[in-house]
């Protein structure tokens, strides 16, 4: 075979008998297979004398069937065979009651070598190199033809079955997970992508937490015309890298970059600070919705509350009363404003969140990752509509959406994104295997803030800002794309996207306020 061969990975099988990964490369022609030695491992929590424990656990197993490494974030158990290191996680599991991270032996590998289904390979000295991801031109034991060839032969026949086999070989490869198991997980695909992350970073699963974490509530009822919908779903995402937030399990509240002030760049909206108020009688609308709702729940005088919510026509539950010379603690962003208004004034106590200036957290990394595969498939689309354009002329385009390359590089840029936004919804999810309060509530807050500002920017172009829901903002606006400029270049955060343009659309309260 010429050295220029494309390979495409396409099968990994753990032999356990072999304590061996079998991987096999496929070309248009034929197929090769590689073996790899390999041993699984598992990730247990560092909490007191855990490590302690669970060196003796080990010994009283069978010692020489497991390595034990003390990691800077967590236990790394590996074993001789899958089998071996499951009777282990049981152990400690029924011994300690600790939550372990572990996957399946295949996935374990993928994220080693950093390889996945379908990537491109070629040989050289019959060592695999990594090239860049193209539309798989190999034979797979699910299509008769090469995977180009089929997705084509589909596109002919019905456009949508070729869309669904493109889906299905993406997202085998965002998530390094066989073909054959997209269709049918047991959780979402968001979920995977954190498995992923944390295990290559050597994080364990954070622990289950109990804990109080409140949505925001919007009080708005009524039908408005021409507005504009905003999708912040990129903005927010792109939010959470080392260029801006870096928020992450791994750099929240590190040590080397403690701030010196409650204003310093990298502290998380979601700190708060004590407030003095000057009047009496105060009450004021959060920039953080969640932590009214909060505050509502866990104070007294919820009627005056919500008396003054319906007077005033606000969207949310406001905070207060306050009276002369009480004291609070609200966040950041508030505080900042009632000192500007002088109705209070910054006491100097804190209690601040913040995240690391120099080293990138692999939430980061792997949200800038899949931000990449999205450019990446984006450049090659216009690619392929440029040379069909020039080739086909105006018929160019119906030409290139038949193309196996159009359709596969489309369905890297759809669900590139769709992993990039699970992942990040993931993250504020209670119910998820990887939900942090903290994090919840940084993310919460810097959501909070960057619709404050694009409230303010909308105000200021006299333009209707009418809410905020899930990862849209609505407003009536005669230029929605300058407006999105706008916000963009004043306050140096990614544009959001125009998504929808309603004649008409309908809002009510999303759900009771509690009492």
């Known amino acids: 075979m010429s050295p220029d061969t494309h390979w495409f990975l396409t099968e990994v099988r753990y032999l356990e008998e072999k304590k061996c990964i079998a991987a096999e490369f496929s070309s248009e022609e034929t197929k090769r297979n590689e073996r790899f030695t390999f041993f699984p491992s598992l990730l247990a929590p560092k909490e007191d004398r855990a490590g302690e424990l669970i060196r003796e656990l080990l010994f009283t197993l069978d010692p020489q ?12 158990i590996s074993a001789s065979t899958y089998s071996d290191l499951k009777k282990i996680r049981n152990a400690i599991h029924s011994s300690f009651k600790i939550g372990i991270s572990h996957l399946e032996p295949e996935r374990q590998f993928l994220i080693e070598k950093n390889w996945s289904y379908f990537d491109c390979f070629r040989f050289s000295d019959n060592l695999p190199e990594k090239l860049p991801l193209r539309v798989p031109t190999s034979k797979t034991r699910f299509t008769a033809e090469s995977l180009d060839s089929t997705i084509e032969l589909l596109a002919e026949q019905d456009r949508q079955k070729a869309i669904g086999l493109a889906d299905s070989i993406v997202l085998s490869n965002l998530l390094k997970i066989p073909a054959e198991q997209v269709n049918h997980l047991s959780i979402s695909i968001g979920e995977i992508a954190l498995e992923n992350a944390f295990f290559k970073a050597g994080f364990p699963k954070p622990e289950k937490e109990n804990n109080s974490f409140y949505e925001p509530v919007s009080n708005l009822n009524g039908v408005f015309s021409d507005v504009v919908e905003f999708d912040f779903s990129k903005v927010w995402s792109s939010m959470l890298g080392f260029a801006f937030f870096n928020l992450g399990v791994d750099s929240l509240n590190c040590d080397c970059c403690k701030p010196v002030s409650p204003f310093s760049p990298n502290v998380l909206p979601s700190s708060i600070v004590e407030v003095s108020f ?20 866990s104070r007294e005088l919820k009627e005056k509350r919500i008396k003054y919510m319906d007077e005033f026509f606000l969207q949310t539950i406001p905070v207060g009363p306050f009276s002369r010379q009480e004291t609070a603690f609200v966040p950041i962003r508030d505080a900042q404003e009632l000192e500007k208004t002088r109705i209070g004034k910054i006491t100097g106590n804190s209690c601040l969140a913040w995240t690391c200036k120099n080293k990138e957290s692999f939430i980061s990394s792997q949200l800038d990752s899949l931000s990449s595969a999205t450019v990446f498939a984006s450049k090659n689309i216009e690619k392929q509509k440029s040379k069909a354009f020039e080739k086909h002329g105006i018929i160019g385009e119906s030409v290139s959406s038949k193309t196996s390359e159009m359709i596969f590089m489309q369905s890297l840029e759809k669900n590139s994104c769709l992993v990039r936004n699970e992942l990040f919804r993931q993250l504020q999810n209670p119910k998820s295997s990887f939900f942090h309060s903290e994090i919840a ?3 919460n807050a810097i959501k909070s803030s960057t619709i404050d500002e694009f409230r303010k920017i909308s105000g200021n172009r006299r333009e209707r800002f009418i809410c ?7 407003v009536k606006s005669e230029e929605p794309l300058k407006l999105a400029r706008e916000f963009s270049k004043n306050s140096t955060f990614p544009i959001p996207e125009i998504s929808k343009k309603h004649r008409a659309i309908s809002f009510s309260a999303r759900k009771t306020i509690p009492f």
């Open 65 to 76: 069937k497991s390595k034990f490494e003390n990691l800077k974030n967590s236990i790394k």
């Open 278 to 297: 000057l009047q009496d009688a105060v009450y004021f609308e959060s920039t953080l919705p969640s932590f009214s709702e909060e505050f509502h729940k």
């Open 441 to 443: 509530k940084g993310i």
């Open 468 to 474: 905020c829901q899930g990862n849209s903002a609505f």
